[in-house]
Nanobody, 134 residues
Framework: QVQLAESGGGSVQAGGSLRLSCAGS????????VAWFRQTPGQKREGVAA????????VYADSVKGRFNISRDNAKNTVYLQMNDLIPDDSAMYYC???????????????????????????WGQGTQVTVSS
């Protein structure tokens, strides 16, 4: 079975940084997408970033572009989200998710992940809370 476990959340002042980790098991890291989503109460889970685990191509939401960086260590079956220059609007429950078919796109022989959409991901972690105070 596919299992995902997030860690690294916490409380930080605006302008600070956090590094989230998503440790996965039960899937082939060479052929899939792993994404980070975030959710506040009453809202849908919004895509933050995604990485194609084979070639490492990434996509980011405009709201975090230039501040967040998603990366992977396939040997450890772990995906990271480095969050810098945090602002209070970044406060949310952060989830990692994985899928192996729906989010993947091919262009000119290269695999990419589409901007992460909740409906494209079948496997989810339980979340880690990030709180940014001003």
């Amino acid at each position: 079975q596919v299992q995902l476990a997030e860690s690294g959340g916490g409380s930080v002042q605006a302008g600070g940084s956090l590094r989230l980790s998503c440790a996965g098991s039960g899937y082939d890291t060479a052929y899939g997408c792993v994404a980070w989503f975030r959710q506040t109460p009453g809202q849908k889970r919004e895509g933050v970033a995604a990485i194609e685990t084979g070639g490492g191509n990434t996509v980011y939401a405009d709201s975090v572009k230039g501040r967040f960086n998603i990366s992977r260590d396939n040997a450890k079956n772990t995906v990271y989200l480095q969050m810098n220059d945090l602002i209070p609007d970044d406060s949310a429950m952060y989830y990692c998710a994985a899928d192996f078919v729906l989010p993947r796109r091919a262009y000119d022989g290269t695999w990419y992940c589409a901007h992460p959409s909740e409906s494209d991901y079948n496997y989810w972690g339980q979340g880690t809370q990030v709180t940014v105070s001003s």
